[in-house]
């Protein structure tokens, strides 16, 4: 069955002068996803999200909704309904009449106004409370009107522009299940902006990680969180261990490769002989051992302990001075600092990600590579 594709984004572009700040942007959402737009700071996102309300006008490309173009489309003439991490309250407004005020623009009748705002208070939890002003009300629930006018005028894609910024740790908690519940009862689709991994990774279907105005990449948070296709992707999704090495041989499905600290496997997934690579290893899937484990040479001492409540870090230094994170359960023996530990993973948890160097002799020519780096290849017989 073929998915309703809701919004659609081709080939779009957004200059300011000289400064593209989306480069080439294609998306497909689908009716009823939960679909984040996660990045850094200036990535292109806000502007991409703004661009589909109608705030902002692509420089190049096609923007659709339910297949029609919506170039010419005010804000007002869009089947989307947008909510800003400022709530945007009228505060001369009691909580009624904020939720009502796009039905009141629209000469919507009075009896199916009070019918659906009233729906809208329940659906909120706001009930008892329509008389209050803004300035009467806590964080969530100023959140939770903005929700509710954008709500009541039964957009078929509602956006939200880092609406759990303003709050605290904990109620931005609370509101991330409640928002996502919501969603789910409704059925609407819903594009959501935030630089917050963790957030996008708890409520989304889908996450488009943002950098630099293009999209890296876009899967389930499992996909990008367990297999990213790019190092920014590897970095930006939680914590990643990423080590730089060249691969050297081959053998019953694992690859052989060379650190600056040593050696490792992976599985061999065609990986090209000294190609240039980076692995990334979570920290839970990093091994910490005082035995040598077959097909690993990679060293180094414990140099801390940090505990996070559900588990504790441990801060690796390797040889050549590089840290690497490993998360131990509260149940795990904890090694003395300062105690020299081998370091491995099992090959199916690391992930190969391929660099833009070609081969190994042209980093070496242009002296990137440490001394450390080049004893590693004459030792394996490596033509340095």
């Given amino acids: 069955m073929k998915e309703n594709i809701v919004v659609s984004l081709k080939d779009v572009d957004k200059n300011y002068g000289d400064n593209r700040i989306v480069k080439k942007i294609n998306l497909d959402v689908p009716e009823g996803e939960f679909l984040t737009l996660l990045g850094p700071s200036g990535c292109g996102k806000t502007t991409t999200l703004r661009m589909i309300a109608g705030f902002e006008t692509a420089t190049a490309g096609t923007i659709l909704l339910h297949g029609k173009d919506v170039k010419d489309k005010k804000p007002n003439e869009r089947d989307v309904n947008t909510v800003f ?21 629209k000469k919507t009748p009075k009896a199916e106004i009070k019918k659906r705002v009233a729906e809208m208070l329940k659906l909120v939890r706001l009930e008892g409370m329509e008389r209050r002003m ?60 935030t630089h917050d991994q963790e957030e996008a990774l708890t409520m989304s279907d889908r996450i488009a990680v943002m950098n630099d105005g293009v999209i890296e990449q876009i899967g389930t948070p499992r996909e990008v969180y367990d297999t990213p296709k790019t190092k920014f992707v590897a970095d930006f999704i939680g914590e990643s261990n990423i080590i730089e090495g060249y691969s050297q041989t081959s ?22 002989i000294d190609e240039m690579l980076y692995i990334c290893i979570r920290p839970e899937n990093l091994r910490v051992t005082r035995e040598n484990v077959p097909g690993f040479s990679i060293k180094g001492r414990i140099k801390e302990h940090v505990f996070v409540g559900s588990s504790t870090k441990t801060i690796i230094e390797l040889v050549n001075g590089q840290e690497l994170k490993a998360a131990r359960t509260p149940d795990a023996e904890l090694f003395e600092v300062g105690e020299r530990v081998n370091i491995s993973w099992s090959p199916d948890r690391a992930v190969v990600l391929h ?9 070496i020519e242009n002296n990137s590579a440490s001394e450390m780096f080049k004893s590693f290849m004459r030792e394996d017989g490596a033509n340095a």
């Fill in 85 to 105: 991490q400022n709530y945007a309250l009228f505060p001369h407004m009691n909580v009624r009449d904020n939720i009502s005020f796009g039905l009141v623009e």
């Fill in 251 to 272: 053998g019953d499905g694992l690859m052989n490769i060379i650190f600056e600290s040593g050696k490792a496997v992976v599985n061999d997934a065609g990986i090209d």
């Fill in 134 to 193: 803004p300035s009467q009300l806590s964080g969530g629930q100023k959140q939770r009107v903005a929700i509710a006018r954008a709500l009541v005028n039964r957009p078929s894609v509602l956006l939200l522009d880092e609406p759990l910024g303003a709050l605290d740790l904990k109620l931005r908690k609370q509101m991330q299940s409640e928002l996502k519940h919501l969603q789910q009862r409704l059925g609407i689709t819903f594009i959501y902006v």
């Fill in 355 to 363: 660099t833009t160097e070609d081969k190994l002799y042209d980093v």
